[in-house]
């Protein structure tokens, strides 16, 4: 079992829709938990971050974690064709390391 | 500030050849990560470096990559000899706290090794 996994992708929305984007992660004591965005060609960057359970809005963007299902998502609200890109997951482990998930790469369609 | 700098951009080399990466991070950030990101492996945390100390390299796949620190505004992740299995992108990254949080990439430097 990979450490962390996500949706397998592509995942395709028409614009204005809700996107929703999961992540799952093995280390049942993990602590922390990122969402990043990363635009083809480019280095990824931060977008979310959530240490507690429940929800944390920000913008269009709301993290959701559920630590007892060990289980993250980002929820991407009126999503636009400039949302289309990779979201990677990441999970800042028990032993003191961070864990990227694979990404799940997201279209917009117009 | 002009972010993390990585260079090259892109790298073209032959299996066997020696590759040189450079960083120069965020001025102030204490931290400086070097990550690997491929299709099949994703990306990975291969060492970072707290004020100019290596804190954790078990990420380095093997003896063959090497990363130093000489001072606070320059790092390199050399590879020697290089494998096709190397190609990859490398991103450079610094913080001010070694939290995700603070953490800033560079643009990477796409590596293929023929």
């Known amino acids: 079992q990979k450490e962390v996994e996500q949706n397998s992708g592509p995942l395709s929305v028409p614009e204005g829709a809700i996107a929703s984007l999961n992540c799952t992660y093995s280390?049942?004591?993990?602590?922390?938990f990122f969402w990043y965005r990363q635009y083809s060609g480019k280095s990824p960057e931060l977008i979310m971050s959530?240490?507690?359970?429940g929800d944390k809005e920000d913008g269009r963007f709301t993290a959701q974690l559920n630590k007892a299902s060990q289980y993250v998502s980002l929820l991407i609200r009126d999503s636009q064709p400039s949302d289309s890109a990779t979201y990677l997951c990441a999970v800042g482990t028990s032993y003191d390391k961070v864990i990227f998930g694979p990404g799940t790469s997201l279209s917009v369609i117009p | 500030d002009a972010g993390v700098i990585q260079s090259p951009r892109h790298e073209v080399t032959e299996m066997g050849q020696e590759v040189t990466l450079r960083c120069k991070p965020i001025?102030?950030?204490?931290?400086l990560f070097w990550y690997r990101q491929t299709m099949m492996r994703g990306l990975e945390l291969l060492i970072y470096?707290?004020?100019?100390?290596?804190?954790?390299d078990s990420g380095m796949p093997e003896d063959r990559f090497s990363a130093k620190m000489p001072n606070a505004s320059f790092s390199t992740l050399k590879i020697q000899p290089s494998e096709p299995r190397d190609s990859a992108v490398y991103f450079c990254?610094?913080?001010?706290?070694?939290?995700?949080?603070?953490?800033?990439f560079g643009p990477g430097t796409r590596l293929l090794v023929l």
């Open positions: 280390d049942r004591v993990s602590q922390s």
């Open positions: 001025s102030g950030h204490d931290y």
């Open positions: 990254a610094s913080s001010l706290t070694g939290n995700l949080e603070t953490q800033y």
């Open positions: 470096f707290n004020n100019n100390v290596p804190i954790d």
């Open positions: 959530i240490y507690s359970n």
